[in-house]
């Protein structure tokens, strides 16, 4: 047994909530994941999804998750907060908050829900991206934090930064396969996060980078636990696109597939973003 | 003056709340928005939105908003208790809650943002629709509730009942002028509510509805409250499809097009279906 095969991947260390009372967890942020300005969003909305599945009286799986970006989260201890508000039949609707001293700093509802086989339809289908094999891993140029944490492989959309963008803007689509970094099995923690882990739009649209930041995160996840272990540690498909940049917002959607083309998850955003 | 002029809209009717303390509001539900087991889920979101609006330390126009429908919402009174959650310099976040007795019986986060210009792109336009007025008006047969107080005009996806549906399932993809009915000048509440007007989509790729309800449904609001104004009372774009029906939830996402092709709104909701 080597120590690679001992230690803990590093996105299990982020998500680690140690419970302090009734629906109460303690985490820390984690360096590993360390976005420009603070954590990054994706972890930090695999930690209020973590603190769910966490809570003793949950039952199922991940049906939807919105977490609200309400505050910068300090480098640091936090606390979550989950609150069971409605336990019914077929759903559960959860509140979590993530608080930092006084302040709230993101808050999450999620409802989960009961795993069950029904009647089933796909009318959308994946768009035809070459194998990730196939795609050169994208350089991330040896950057510390989040962005080090992922293999992307770009098939469109690569972020670039260039010059008079904002004299003629681009179309806002990308695809790319994506997978944690060092490889990691599926699960709905990952899932989370990984939604959360497409460049910011308007670099692609633009040139450039303003001040930015995800406001509100919504992700419904279309898949079954045995749909995540059966995707492993391969890389999985992502697929995004924005419709609108207007009045300081825009809008983000993403679909995240698996490499034998079942929607896993859809993932929406509006972010904000400076003049 | 006629007592057409002088009466109020039955979605002003429907939406009115009374405040009854510090952020707690109390209304009623309203028979002319009646669904088939309860409130119309659009009328619900609008009313979740005007709690928002209607709370003094309130400023700015909507952003986004979620919405999770947590228990069937009975006939009669109801309280909405909103919570300023962070008071931020560019936006605020709010929770709101619906009760009916002990019961929570919907949840909404919100996010408001001041209104400003800034450095604008539409990668997304609207598909090519004829005009509303090419287009026959969808007969709605009379029924009482919501669906009698929208102005539906089809080019594709109207509602029909069909026939082995499930043997072979079509597309999702709809798209239809919309106005309230009677007309009312738009706004963000009646925005809010009309982005839940698109007809359940197992009916339209299986043709028949089994029992169905939304569980998450989240709307960004791309436009301004000049650009709703601009749009009066005309009837909106809508396009809404599916990706997913897998496990008893299917997804939908929407766009809300004003008639001189700009994105007002988009929206997206998970379903839970039986079997």
């Known amino acids: 047994m080597t120590d690679t095969l001992i230690a803990s991947h590093p996105l299990d260390d982020a998500v680690r909530l140690e419970p302090i009372g009734e629906g109460a967890f303690r985490g820390r942020t984690s360096a590993a994941y360390w976005n420009m300005a603070g954590p990054f969003g994706g972890t930090t909305a695999a930690i209020m999804l973590k603190a769910v599945l966490d809570h003793p009286q949950r039952r199922g799986r991940p049906i939807a998750q919105t977490v609200n970006f309400c505050a910068a989260v300090a480098e640091g201890e ?46 959308a289908a994946p768009p035809p991206v070459a194998p990730a094999q196939d795609l050169a891993v994208f350089d991330t140029g040896g950057r510390a934090g989040w962005r080090g944490r992922y293999e992307f492989r770009y098939e469109r959309g690569a972020p670039v930064f260039f010059e008079g963008g904002a004299e003629a803007p681009q179309g806002a689509l990308s695809r790319n396969w994506i997978r944690d970094e060092p490889p990691r099995t599926l699960d709905f923690v990952s899932l ?33 636990e045995a749909a995540l272990a059966r995707q492993g540690n391969r890389p999985l498909l992502g697929v995004s696109d924005s419709r609108a940049f207007r009045h300081g917002f825009n809008d983000q959607s993403a679909e995240i597939w698996s490499d034998d083309g079942q929607l896993l998850a859809v993932s929406h955003q509006v972010v904000w973003f400076k003049g």
Chains 1, 2 share one sequence.
């Open 192 to 224: 989370a996060a990984i939604c959360d882990t497409f460049v910011v739009k308007i670099l692609q649209v633009r040139g450039d980078i303003p001040p930015v930041g995800t406001v509100s995160l919504t992700t419904y996840f279309m898949a079954d």
């Open 78 to 123: 936090f606390e979550v907060h989950v609150r069971l508000v409605r336990d019914g039949r077929s759903t559960q609707h959860w509140q979590v908050e993530m608080r930092q001293g006084e302040a709230v700093v993101t808050t999450a509802s999620t409802v989960t829900g009961a795993e069950r086989e029904t009647w089933s339809h796909a009318p």
